[in-house]
């Protein structure tokens, strides 16, 4: 069943740019049925705007392209690792609704994009990654790549207008959404970053 359903991109800014939309558009809901084996139950929408192929470099400095990930549910949030709340918040969740689903975290894989890939190399990235759920995958990369990974999602980020230019501790404006993709890499839904852990892990057990 696939009813039609409104998609509305919920931000969390800073104060500057607070409520800026930045993506509206029409989606149909997941739909669930049978699949081969060691696929995804829950089928995202094949015509949604989000998501599709990009390359970028993982936490251990390695290549990695988009068709690697395929196979699993992925979880993925964008953000960067000097972020003082939002992001440390949403790992946060993400991680505890993993710990919450038992064995069956086993079919998600979560991701962090940085959207500060001159300060996020492999090496913080790891460190960074290392106070969260042990199955979670970094993802950095040259500004190119991750401008069009971000382009891909429909992430908003920028460096912030209340940062000096010479500032080393600037800060990043970006999106904070968690997306929820199927194993052939389709939009299913998404969760703001604050979805406390057990609705998340809730939501997420109901897909298998």
């Not at 029409?26 to 081969?36: E, K, N, R, V, W």
């Not at 084996?37 to 705007?49: E, N, R």
């Not at 994009?113 to 106070?131: G, H, K, Q």
Request: proline letters at 5%; one cysteine or more; a negative charge.
């Amino acid at each position: 069943m696939s009813p039609d359903t409104r998609f509305l991109q919920q931000t969390h800014w800073r104060p500057a740019i607070l409520g800026l939309l930045i993506l509206a558009g029409m989606f149909g809901l997941a739909s669930t049925s049978g699949c081969a084996p060691g696929g995804c139950t829950t089928k995202g929408d094949t015509k949604a705007l989000i998501g599709g192929t990009y390359a970028a470099v993982d936490h251990t400095g390695a290549p990695l392209e988009s068709t690697q990930l395929l196979g699993k549910y992925q979880l993925l949030f964008f953000g960067f690792t000097s972020c003082p709340d939002i992001c440390p918040s949403g790992l946060t969740n993400m991680s505890t609704a993993l710990d919450l689903l038992g064995s069956d975290a086993a079919q998600f894989q979560p991701i962090f994009v940085s959207i500060d890939p001159a300060r996020d190399t492999p090496t913080v990235m790891t460190e960074y990654l290392s106070n969260f759920h042990e199955s979670f995958i970094g993802l950095t990369g040259t500004d190119e790549q991750i401008a069009h990974l971000a382009k891909t999602y429909r992430v908003y980020y920028a460096r912030s207008s209340t940062s000096a230019p010479d500032d080393p501790h600037y800060n990043m404006d970006h999106s904070s959404i968690i997306y929820v993709m199927d194993c052939d890499g389709h939009y299913i839904k998404h969760f703001t970053h604050s979805t406390n852990a057990q609705s998340l892990a809730a939501e997420l057990r109901a897909m298998l």
